[in-house]
């Protein structure tokens, strides 16, 4: 429950992040590395959620499904904000 409360928290804390490494966009060459820094949340969810399905459990779902989708948006968004020119 708590990996799981967690893989959803690393949405906000990605971006949080994400403000501190740009420094007030003044730096926005660190906005990237912000959404990689909360990715291994989510991972370890994923990773959680298979190791409960191999041992047996039933609740290894929400883990799984829950840390694809967080995953697969931090991922998006690393890309995008790696491939976006920042002309301020």
């Given at each position: 429950?708590?990996?799981?409360?967690?893989?959803?928290?690393?949405?906000?804390g990605s971006?949080?992040?994400?403000?501190?490494?740009?420094?007030?966009?003044?730096?926005?060459?660190?906005?990237?590395?912000?959404?990689?820094?909360?990715?291994?949340?989510?991972?370890?969810?994923?990773?959680?959620?298979?190791?409960?399905?191999?041992?047996?459990?039933?609740?290894?779902?929400?883990?799984?499904?829950?840390?694809?989708?967080?995953?697969?948006?931090?991922?998006?968004?690393?890309?995008?904000?790696?491939?976006?020119?920042?002309n301020i």
């Amino acid at each position: 429950i708590v990996l799981f409360v967690l893989t959803l928290l690393s949405l906000h804390g990605s971006l949080f992040l994400s403000l501190i490494f740009t420094e007030n966009m003044m730096n926005p060459q660190g906005l990237p590395w912000g959404f990689a820094a909360a990715m291994p949340v989510p991972l370890a969810s994923i990773i959680c959620g298979l190791y409960l399905k191999k041992k047996g459990y039933s609740n290894y779902k929400k883990n799984t499904i829950a840390g694809m989708i967080v995953l697969l948006f931090l991922l998006m968004l690393f890309v995008m904000t790696m491939l976006v020119p920042f002309n301020i």
